[in-house]
């Protein structure tokens, strides 16, 4: 895998590289997003967790839409999303959702949602009641579901999976040596078997990585073979972006050619749908990571 030499140089100054850009919010699809969120009282993790493809996004007339409130009972050493102890549960919030995926014209939706431990079905009903909500109002979307690892419950995995998603993602966010840092409440091997879970059930499933958070190359491939072990299709891989001081730095600024080596490894390995660059997230243009994936019709975001 190849290195790039100014890619170091930034990392010293502190300095994005020139290969990280984010549109700045604005325009009028942007505008119309931001008011049917708004209006319908809806999180997405698009402002929450920081996204710097939120501007791209919201201006292609799509968000990542985030269940179950704004406040995460998880402190991962990544994100953004404020951590505490989650004060209230809206049982409404899958019908807003769902009226506003049939105002947005959604041809394929992508939710996902904060960590609830507290709950003693971790949200798990809301994950289903939303997910048929949304399949009840707009028949036509794909749906993608990003969800947490429900501390490994079957159950609770199962319930969420009987509602109906389309697509069923679950980050593995690193490789092993750095699962603890980067998600000290999660585990790395209860992620692996929450994805097997899924796939052995027929479910199309997903995941994906943050890349030059302290990762070394062949802990990368490692990651990438388990999680084809295990029957992922879909992959993302994306550069790390630390949100705040108090979050773990970046480790190195990987380069677009190094991305483009990891995808072609990651061929070679079998996954169906893979994308891989710097500024890939894991919902980012899912639309298109879904269209090759066999079994479904090519999909656009608004009709």
């Not at 505008?31 to 919201?58: F, K, Y």
């Not at 105002?103 to 809301?126: F, I, P, Q, W, Y």
């Not at 380069?255 to 894991?282: D, H, N």
Request: neutral net charge; contains cysteine.
């Amino acid at each position: 895998m190849s290195d790039c030499s100014d890619s170091t140089a930034d990392l010293a100054r502190n300095r994005k590289p020139r290969w990280i850009r984010s549109k700045l919010p604005g325009g009028a699809a942007y505008a119309e997003v931001r008011g049917i969120v708004d209006g319908h009282r809806l999180n997405t993790v698009c402002q929450s967790a920081e996204c710097p493809n939120m501007g791209e996004c919201w201006n292609r007339g799509t968000a990542t839409f985030m269940i179950l409130g704004n406040i995460c009972t998880r402190a991962c050493g990544f994100c953004a999303i404020a951590t505490g102890r989650p004060t209230e549960l809206d049982l409404d919030e899958p019908r807003r959702l769902a009226e506003a995926v049939v105002l947005m014209k959604l041809r394929h939706c992508v939710v996902t949602s904060v960590n609830r431990d507290e709950l003693a079905d971790g949200g798990a009903g809301v994950w289903a009641a939303t997910i048929r909500a949304i399949k009840t109002a707009s028949p036509s979307t794909t749906l993608e579901t990003l969800t947490g690892d429900f501390k490994g419950r079957e159950d609770l995995l199962r319930q969420v999976i009987d509602a109906g998603p389309d697509i069923y993602n679950h980050n593995l966010e690193t490789v092993e040596r750095m699962s603890r840092a980067v998600r000290p409440q999660a585990s790395y091997e209860r992620s692996l078997e929450v994805l097997r879970r899924a796939a052995s059930w027929g479910m199309v499933t997903k995941s994906g990585l943050m890349l030059g958070i302290g990762e070394r190359k062949p802990e990368i491939a490692d990651a990438l073979r388990r999680l084809r072990d295990v029957g992922v299709q879909i992959l993302t891989l994306g550069q790390y972006l630390q949100p705040g001081k108090q979050y773990l730095p970046v480790d190195r600024w990987v380069t677009p050619e190094e991305f483009s080596e990891w995808k072609a490894f990651a061929q070679e390995l079998g996954f169906a749908s893979i994308a891989s660059g710097p500024m890939v997230r894991s919902s980012y243009h899912a639309d298109e990571t879904a269209r090759i994936v066999p079994g479904f019709e090519g999909v656009t975001l608004r009709t």
